[in-house]
Nanobody, 118 residues
Framework: QVQLVESGGGLVQPGGSLRLSCAAS????????MGWYRQAPGRERELVAH???????DYADSVKGRFTISRDNAKNTVYLQMNSLKPEDTAVYYC????????????WGQGTQVTVSS
């Protein structure tokens, strides 16, 4: 079993920055893709950013140019640097990772709250 633990959320003023981290632990084989999703109250969970094991990235249009996803494969950790934060970025942010062990396994973190407010 693989566990994902997020950290780094909190309250920040508009225009500010936060850095989220997510570390995978447990019986890890090989983590392939990692990503960040978010869910605001009353809305569906949406993809924020995604990074492959090789480092290819993809971003939601709403965060392009403001957020940067990165990873450290040796530490099985993914990061999300969030700059120029807006109130509409307020949500619970979830870390996601997948492995292939004969079939695809998806793992989720417990979520970390990000609130952007003055």
């Amino acid at each position: 079993q693989v566990q994902l633990v997020e950290s780094g959320g909190g309250l920040v003023q508009p225009g500010g920055s936060l850095r989220l981290s997510c570390a995978a632990s447990g019986s890890i084989f090989t983590i392939n893709n990692m990503g960040w999703y978010r869910q605001a109250p009353g809305r569906e969970r949406e993809l924020v950013a995604h990074i492959s094991r090789g480092g290819s990235t993809d971003y939601a249009d709403s965060v392009k140019g403001r957020f940067t996803i990165s990873r450290d494969n040796a530490k099985n950790t993914v990061y999300l640097q969030m700059n120029s934060l807006k109130p509409e970025d307020t949500a619970v942010y979830y870390c996601n990772a997948d492995e292939w062990r004969g079939r695809k396994y998806d793992y989720w973190g417990q979520g970390t709250q990000v609130t952007v407010s003055s």
